[in-house]
Structures are given as structure tokens and as C-alpha cells.
């Protein structure tokens, strides 16, 4: 059982004289010990600052004097633990800041402490597990936070929070960006060429992670005022988003962090238009999220009207930071490889790393090789699912319904559980982009089992709404998001050459008549098309952190998957 000390009192001058009246007077592990504190205010909007310290008195007269934006924070909560230390305090303030951030709190805190909580230290699990889990249900009973920590967790913000820990990798790589960008935007003062970085990383390497990271430090730069000797103090950034569905969680984000600004997180049709119109002058850092799904073609739908996205923004940045995987690219129009990067690298001053540890599939390197080889065609043996100390629910399907019962019994128990399909089906895609609208008489057909299409609205990611449990959801409403557990439909156009003993590709079957369109330059169009629909197997595929589980309709196919599944 943790021994939690939590004392409170309202945050002016009087705070020292009511930490130390009454019972608590003489409360060792408040002024002895390193302590967490939040200063808040419950109002119409709510906000916090999330801090932890040795000295809470001598924290607290220092953020009276200095930090006159907490002005309109009235109260401050001061918790003590009888088994705190530095490590665990650093550790606990981060998950908190994440959990407030998700529990619709605008923050007052600006950066990551400077300390990985991902660094391992004594009794790690014990303040992770049970002191945070107390903690948290004496916040709710003091109606401080509202939500529980699974719910919190498995929310869109909390996973792109800007404050999450680092891994060694990742802070690497963002310290190399915000290095390079200082360094090439005082460059361009005299020079006036531009700058790419490109960021190389698949599925689940936590590249959304790390850019919202660095993307939140740059924003705290520029905005800072003690940072005026910095070349990117005052600059003018901006945050460039592929996807929809992504796009909602960034604005989302900005709601509730004062640094962060709706404005400045665009379509990148929207960024290259709003400054030929004059609505933005030249940015100074742009980053790219999902730069594959940039177009490499005119595209009147989306009112596109030059030939490239990439070299339209990159002349209107002065530093062009990319996130790219070359395995996510969904339509010709948007074809890349890895030659056309290097051609820009040519072009123009540039810098890249690659990010490789895999984050969301918490499984080991046998679950990881078998969805990475089915994506090159090739069918392994069943992988362990119980390894490096990991265990993975990997299955394979030889009913749809009986894939979609164990989808909602994982959702009722865990949250956040969702069939998805590969793009087989008929789905109407009305005009104004509003995708979804009438899906539901398009339906998914997984063997006996029929999905409606995943259906969509302006403010709520699919994933995060409770009636698209009776959903397929497209790799257009699932891409950079995180399941917990995830029911693939392997749908016509992935079959089994018996032969060769391999995955067998029909793009004839594949009913994303809109991915096609376009590229006719291609050398080989069909090798392109063909790499489409792969790309999307290997986008679903590795939704879900702690499952996976697949149909496949085309018999030959199942019956192959399936022969594993019954040897496992």
C-alpha cells in the first residue's frame, strides 16, 4: 500500500503558511522530500502546471515571481510519498503531465524534463504500477482529473503528446534537428539556399513521437524570449499533415497547449496555397508528417495544381523536415522511393537518420519478421508469440465472425479493438471529401461476416468512437494510429500462388479505383499498383500494441494461413 501525502492550499503568497499549519506542520516527506505539485484551476476551461522539486517552498516563490502566466491558476496540490526519490518524482511528473494533457487540460508546461523516465531505476514498476495508479484514484476522488488511466492511455492525444519519454535514438535524432535548424537558418541569412532533413522510419518507430516532440521545442523556442541569441527565436514554423484523421489529433493537441497554434498545422495543399495567396509569408522550419502520402502528380481533386508537393514546400520553407516511410506510399500520385529522395538530397543542403526500434507492437522480433516477410510475399512458419519476455495474441481466422466476437470481447475489456480491411470493397466517397457518408449500404464481406465501411465526423478520430466497433475501418481512417487489438480482412486482392509457395497480389480486385488514378510516366505502373496494396497490408498490419488477428477471404489464402495457425 503507498503512503501518499497530499497537501492543499491556494496558490498566492499565503501558500508557505498553509503548507505548514495544522496537522501537516511537521510533515517530513513534504518538505524533506522531492515532491510533485500541480497548480490548477478548475474554471470553465481547466488548466494545470505539472512540476516536481526538492523544495517545494523555495519552487513555488520562484514561479510567483518569475512565472506571471500561472496568474490565473488558483490552487496548488503537493504530493509527498514516504518512498520518493529524484528518479521516481522525475518518472511520475512526466506520466502525469501526459495523463492531465489527455484528461483535457491546457498546460502551462512547455517542455520534457530532462531526464529520460524511460531510463530504468530502482522500483521502476512499483511507481509506475501501483504508486500512479493510487495516486491518480485520490486525483478522481478529489475531482482534480476526470478519466481513468486506461482511458487516458488509449486516447489519440496522450499518444502524440509532445511531452512522452524519448528513447536514446529519438533524442538523439531530435537534438541533430533542432542543431541542423539553427545552424541552416542562420546560413540562409547570407547564403539563401534551403535545407531538408529526412527522417527514415516504418511503421511503429514512434516517428509521430518525435516529431511532435521537436516540433513543441521548436514552437518553445521561438516563443521564448530568453531564447533571443537563438536563430529560432521568432521564426515562423509550421506543422504539415497528411492525413485526416491525424490532422484532427494535432488541432485536438493545439487546443490545449498555449505554445502550439491551429494555424500553423495545415494540409500541405492548404500551407502552398495560403502562401501564394499571401496568408503566410516563408516558412522558416516546416515539418512533414507521413511525407510519403505527399503527391508527385497534379491532383485537381485536392487542388493541387503543380507537379510535386515536396518541391512546392520545400521552396516555400527555408528547412524542410521529412518524415518518410517508403513501405507507406497509397496511391500512384503519391509514389515515392528512395531514389527520389536521394535527388532532392542533391539538390539541396541536407542531413538524415534512421529510426529503427520498434514501439507499438509489443511483441518480439519473430511476430515482427512474419508480418515484414508476408509484405514481401513470402508466408514463414507461425512465429513465437512468447518472447523476450513479450507476448503477442497473434491468430489466424477460419471464420469472420468468429474474428470479429474475439475483436469486441478485446474491445469491452481493453478499449480501443477494431476490425479493419484491405480496400476489396465497393465504398462511396461522396464530394467534399466527406468520407464515409452513406457507407453503411457499402459493405465489408469477411467469409459469413458483413462490416459496414468505417464512417467519419470533423472532430472525433474513428478509432476513438464507441459505435465503430461494428465498423471496417480503411487504411484511410487507421493509418498512424495505435490499436490495442486489431482484426485484419486479408480481402480478395491478396491471394496464394500454390506454386511458388507465395503471397499472390490481383490488383485487379482492389477496389481503390482513386489509388490507380494518375502516374502514367511510371516505368512499371502495375509493379507500383502491386506495392500499393502491399503498403496497405503492412499499414494494418501493425496497428494493434498487443494483438493481431487475420482472415483472409480468398480461400487459398486462408486455407494456407490457416494450416499454420492449426500447427501452432
Known amino acids: 500500500m503507498t503512503k501518499l501525502h497530499m497537501i492543499e492550499t491556494t496558490y498566492n503568497d499565503s501558500f508557505e503558511k498553509q503548507l505548514y499549519s495544522g496537522n501537516d506542520k511537521n510533515d517530513h516527506f513534504i518538505s524533506k522530500f522531492p515532491v510533485l505539485y500541480v497548480i490548477y484551476s478548475l474554471a470553465k476551461i481547466k488548466k494545470a502546471y505539472i512540476g516536481e522539486t526538492n523544495s517545494i517552498v523555495r519552487r513555488t516563490k520562484q514561479h510567483l515571481k518569475d512565472d506571471h502566466q500561472f496568474n490565473a491558476l488558483q490552487h496548488m496540490l503537493v504530493i509527498g510519498e514516504e518512498e520518493f526519490n529524484k528518479s521516481a518524482t522525475v518518472n511520475l511528473e512526466t506520466r502525469l503531465i501526459n495523463l492531465f494533457l489527455a484528461d483535457n487540460f491546457d498546460l502551462y508546461n512547455t517542455k520534457q524534463t530532462k531526464i529520460l523516465s524511460t531510463n530504468d531505476y ?12 493510487d ?3 485520490d486525483l478522481r476522488k478529489r475531482k482534480l482529473v476526470t478519466e481513468s488511466i486506461d482511458y487516458l492511455e488509449n486516447s489519440d492525444v496522450y499518444k502524440i503528446s509532445p511531452f512522452k519519454s524519448l528513447s536514446s535514438s529519438q533524442l538523439t535524432l531530435k537534438e541533430k534537428i533542432i542543431e541542423n535548424s539553427q545552424k541552416w537558418l542562420t546560413e540562409y541569412q547570407t547564403d539563401k539556399k534551403h535545407a531538408i532533413y529526412i527522417v527514415k522510419g516504418e511503421a511503429g518507430v514512434g516517428k509521430s513521437v518525435v516529431l511532435s516532440s ?17 536563430s529560432l527565436y521568432e521564426t515562423d514554423n509550421y506543422l504539415l499533415v497528411n492525413h485526416q484523421e ?5 488541432h485536438h493537441l493545439a487546443k490545449h497547449l ?6 500553423h498545422i495545415l494540409k500541405p495543399t492548404s500551407f502552398i496555397n495560403d502562401v501564394d495567396k499571401g496568408k503566410h509569408k516563408i516558412a522558416d522550419v516546416t515539418l512533414v508528417d507521413e511525407a510519403h502520402l505527399l503527391l508527385t502528380s497534379k491532383d485537381k481533386y485536392n487542388n493541387f495544381d503543380y507537379q510535386n508537393q515536396l518541391s512546392e514546400v520545400i521552396k516555400r520553407s527555408k528547412v524542410t523536415i521529412l518524415f518518410f516511410d517508403p513501405k507507406q506510399f497509397l496511391k500512384l500520385k503519391s509514389y ?3 531514389d527520389d529522395l536521394e535527388l532532392y538530397k542533391k539538390m539541396y543542403k541536407s542531413s538524415s537518420f534512421d529510426l529503427t526500434e520498434q514501439f507499438r507492437i509489443n511483441a518480439g522480433p519473430s511476430v515482427i519478421n512474419w508480418i515484414n516477410d508476408f509484405v514481401d510475399c513470402q508466408i514463414d512458419d507461425f512465429p513465437k508469440t512468447f518472447e523476450q519476455g513479450k507476448h503477442y495474441d497473434f491468430r489466424i481466422f477460419n471464420d469472420g465472425n468468429e474474428m470479429f466476437k474475439e475483436i469486441k470481447k478485446k474491445n469491452s475489456e481493453y478499449k480501443l479493438s477494431r476490425v479493419v480491411s484491405t480496400f476489396d470493397y465497393e465504398y462511396h466517397i461522396p464530394k467534399k471529401d466527406k468520407i464515409g457518408e452513406n457507407s453503411a449500404t457499402y459493405k465489408v464481406q469477411a467469409g459469413a461476416l458483413e462490416l459496414p465501411w468505417n464512417t467519419t465526423n470533423d472532430n472525433d478520430s474513428w478509432a476513438e468512437r464507441d459505435d465503430t466497433i461494428n465498423e471496417a475501418g480503411s487504411i484511410y481512417t487507421i493509418q498512424g494510429a495505435d490499436l ?17 509457395d507465395k503471397v499472390k497480389i490481383l490488383t485487379d480486385k482492389y477496389k481503390d479505383t482513386d489509388a490507380f488514378r494518375g502516374r502514367h510516366d511510371l516505368p512499371n505502373r502495375e509493379e507500383a499498383k502491386r506495392q500499393i496494396i502491399l503498403n496497405s497490408i503492412n499499414v494494418l498490419m501493425k496497428r494493434g500494441i498487443h494483438g493481431l488477428y487475420i482472415f483472409a477471404e480468398d480461400e487459398k489464402l486462408r486455407k494456407k494461413l490457416v494450416s499454420l495457425g492449426s500447427n501452432h
Open 258 to 263: 498555449k505554445n502550439l497554434s491551429k494555424n
Open 336 to 338: 515515392w522511393n528512395v
Open 214 to 230: 521537436i516540433y513543441n521545442e521548436i514552437q518553445n523556442i521561438s516563443r521564448n524570449k530568453n531564447s533571443k541569441d537563438d
Open 122 to 133: 530502482y522500483q521502476k514498476s512499483y511507481y509506475d504500477d501501483v504508486v500512479l495508479k
Open 246 to 250: 491525424m490532422l484532427k489529433q494535432y
Open 484 to 500: 490495442n487489438y486489431v482484426g485484419v480482412i486479408l480481402g480478395p486482392s491478396v491471394s496464394y500462388d500454390e506454386e511458388a
Open 135 to 137: 495516486l491518480w484514484n
